[in-house]
């Protein structure tokens, strides 16, 4: 009996450091250009998308969220529609909240 | 002398070898490779139906039934509807997702028809740039995406510095990637190129794109798409996507003399200024797309064809701007340019405007013995 006492708290501890180590898991990326950018909302939508399957996926600005354009610290003002942006975000609080957003170097138009 | 003898045989033996005919295998695939493009050509041919996940929008319902002639991954009859907006003054493209954009599909399952009163994606209204899209053959297309972004880079000339009146650039996709595929050159790579097509023009998700096109910007309506998503297991898109990667750019016809002098002409006048006779590929996976020589006429950049031609922007590509059209395998199609209004490849010629309109000049220039020899270096491509 008490041996299956252990192995039950055994299991629990490893369940929860497996579930600690997935919430504290590397943030995801996504890149994208900026559509459009909303200050008051704190969010950004971003065209991304597979071929001419094109998706705009709206993104949280959190408080604290490190931006960078053209590797110049900036804040959501800084940002401008057409930009290219790198971003890396978790899926909390809400889906897709941003930690950082940094422009990336492409061609623009002539 | 053994050596020159061994080398006649060689050159009889090459001559003697009949043309590929359009829609084989490229050559030097492995047996594997063979036996994935004959289950691919089953999926690309693969008739879809509501319950099967079709639409609710959708433009075909199979890539046949679009890339059909004279055989599957061939150029098709299909014009399709594409949108976008241009803003001029800040040079941003916008391509209209949140209404429906970049494509509008032409037709709508029945369940959507009766949901909401309509056979087809609604254009948006307002200031849009509205585009006809032809269906082009895609053989020899898996060439192309063998070609490294370094090669499409290196042709690039943005601000004509050779003063060749010439000044292709390459499209980017919204990553930042360069792109080289689509009328646009918006998309990077073949395989997206391919798992983007299922859902846009067939409203078929797969893995890659395991979310359906809107309706116009809206949600579809309940019960109206009744399939789970994906609507395509990952491998039978890997076997489809195989298929169109492994399927040989058409031989050639052997050239008639008219259309041996045709060839130089073409060149002579500066065609070749944009379509690039030969491209090569880098390093592939795949041994028979490794290293290899695509004769498709194109430089896969964009270039400005002028106002006449102009419709609709695509990522970085202005309204004006298209990809140099590939060449090879022309001979299948009945209709040329983009949209398809020309009706013949020399109308088609004639249409060219733009970068290209000095070449257009010559040509309009030439005798019409040269004109028809240089049609008919077209026509054996």
């Known amino acids: ?110 | 002398m053994r050596g020159p003898a061994i080398v006649c045989v060689a050159a009889l033996a090459s001559a003697c070898i009949p043309p590929r005919e359009p829609g084989t295998p490229l050559s030097g695939l492995t047996q594997a490779q063979r036996t994935r493009f004959e289950a691919g050509r089953v999926e690309f041919q693969h008739v879809f139906v509501p319950e099967t996940g079709l639409g609710p929008l959708f433009n075909a319902d199979s890539c046949a039934e679009c890339h059909e002639d004279p055989v599957a991954g061939g150029p098709g009859d299909e014009v399709e509807v594409h949108v976008a907006s241009f803003d001029p003054a800040t040079g941003f493209c916008d391509p209209l997702v949140e209404r429906g954009g970049p494509v509008i599909q032409q037709a709508a399952t029945p369940a959507l028809q009766s949901a909401l009163g309509i056979d087809r994606e609604p254009i948006p209204s307002g200031v849009i740039g509205t585009a006809g899209r032809s269906t082009p053959d895609i053989l020899g297309f898996g060439l192309l995406d063998a070609v490294p972004d370094a090669a499409i880079l290196a042709l690039a000339d943005p601000d004509d510095r050779n003063g060749d009146g010439i000044s292709g650039r390459p499209n980017h996709f919204f990553d930042g990637r360069v792109g080289r595929f689509g009328r646009k050159a918006l998309v990077p790579s073949l395989r997206e190129f391919n798992a983007g097509a299922f859902v846009v023009e067939q409203g078929i998700t797969t893995p890659e794109t395991p979310t359906e096109e809107s309706i116009g910007g809206q949600p579809i309506p309940a019960g109206v798409d009744p399939a789970a998503e994906p609507e395509l297991t990952g491998e039978a898109f890997a076997l489809a996507d195989d298929f169109v990667r492994f399927l040989a750019p058409p031989d050639p016809r052997p050239p008639s003399r008219a259309a041996r002098q045709g060839r130089s002409t073409f060149a002579r006048i500066g065609c070749t200024g944009c379509h690039l006779p030969a491209l090569k590929t880098g390093n592939s996976p795949v041994k028979a797309l490794r290293y290899r020589t695509v004769r498709a006429y194109t430089d896969l950049l964009l270039h400005d064809m002028g106002p006449e031609l102009a419709d609709m922007c695509l990522g970085n590509a202005l309204p004006s701007e298209f990809r140099t059209e590939p060449l090879m395998g022309v001979r299948l199609s009945t209709s040329f340019l983009h949209d398809g209004r020309a009706k013949s490849l020399e109308e088609a010629v004639l249409l060219h405007g733009g970068e290209a309109s000095r070449a257009k000049h010559r040509f309009e220039a030439l005798t019409t013995k040269e004109r028809e020899a240089l049609l008919a270096f077209l026509r054996s491509l």
Do not use: F, W
């Not at chain 1, 180590?21 to 950004?44: R, Y």
């Not at chain 1, 804040?75 to 950082?100: C, D, F, K």
């Open chain 1, 1 to 110: 009996m008490r041996k299956r006492a252990h192995a039950a708290l055994r299991a629990a501890i490893g369940l929860a450091a497996i579930l600690s180590l997935a919430s504290a898991a590397e943030p995801e990326k996504i890149t994208g250009t900026v559509k459009s950018v909303d200050t008051s909302e704190s969010q950004v939508s971003l065209i991304t998308g597979r071929g001419h399957a094109l998706r705009v996926m709206v993104i949280h600005v959190k408080p604290g969220c490190r931006i960078e354009v053209d590797g110049v610290a900036g804040s959501m003002t800084s940002l401008r529609r057409g930009q290219v942006v790198e971003i890396t975000y978790r899926n909390e609080p809400h889906p897709y909240t941003a930690e950082s957003i940094a422009t990336v170097p492409s061609a623009g138009p002539k």
